[in-house]
């Protein structure tokens, strides 16, 4: 199943870079990036609606995909059950029956709960070719997707606490 999705992702993404197209290849176009992506999510805001709504820390990494120290997040080593929405929009992402404990000191998931809340992207940021995970309705940065992940998936979305809201108990 998240093979299948992986490639609708994949073929979304395709898509996003056309319709973006113009864009010259280099490594500074992170504006243009931002941009587009407002372009293309469900849910558009500017900057400075999703500053008053989010905390700093919650912009620094859904608004501009910073990254958590790592074993600083709140639900790095966090186990009860229940949902984990996006933090800045609500959409649902995970639930604690695929959260497992990497030690890479974020947290992992080896599934999305709902696939079609997840964007999947290609990112050659910082040197490194990454899969980013984004939120599919309003384009919030989560984290990276990567391959070491345990069965079934073989995945690990490998997520910033910051990106997520968590509700105990089982789903409404
Ligand atoms: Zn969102």
Same mark, same amino acid.
């Given at each position: 199943m998240s093979i299948n999705f992986r490639f609708i992702g994949f073929v979304a993404l395709i898509s996003i870079s056309f319709s973006a197209c113009a864009q010259k290849s280099g490594n500074n176009n992170q504006t243009k990036t931002t941009s587009t992506a407002m372009d293309t999510f469900e849910i558009k805001k500017t900057d400075d609606e999703w500053r008053k709504q989010l905390s700093p820390v919650q912009f620094g990494i859904l608004r501009e995909k910073g990254t958590e120290r790592p074993y600083t997040g709140e639900f790095d080593k966090f186990y009860e059950e229940g949902t984990y929405y996006c933090?800045?929009? /609500?959409a649902e992402l995970f639930t !604690?029956?695929? @959260? $497992?404990?990497? /030690?890479?000191g974020w947290p992992a998931f080896y599934? &999305? !709960?709902?696939? @079609?809340n997840i964007v999947e992207k290609r990112d050659v940021s910082h040197g490194m070719v990454r899969i980013e995970v984004m939120c599919a309705k309003c384009g919030g940065h989560l984290g990276h997707v990567f391959e070491?992940? &345990? @069965?079934?998936? /073989?995945?690990? $979305?490998?997520?910033? !606490? /910051?990106a997520l809201k968590f509700e105990a108990g089982k789903k409404k």
């Open positions: 933090a800045a929009c /609500g !604690s029956k695929t @959260k $497992y404990n990497s /030690g890479c599934e &999305p !709960s709902v696939n @079609k070491d992940g &345990p @069965k079934p998936t /073989g995945l690990r $979305y490998c997520i910033n !606490s /910051g």
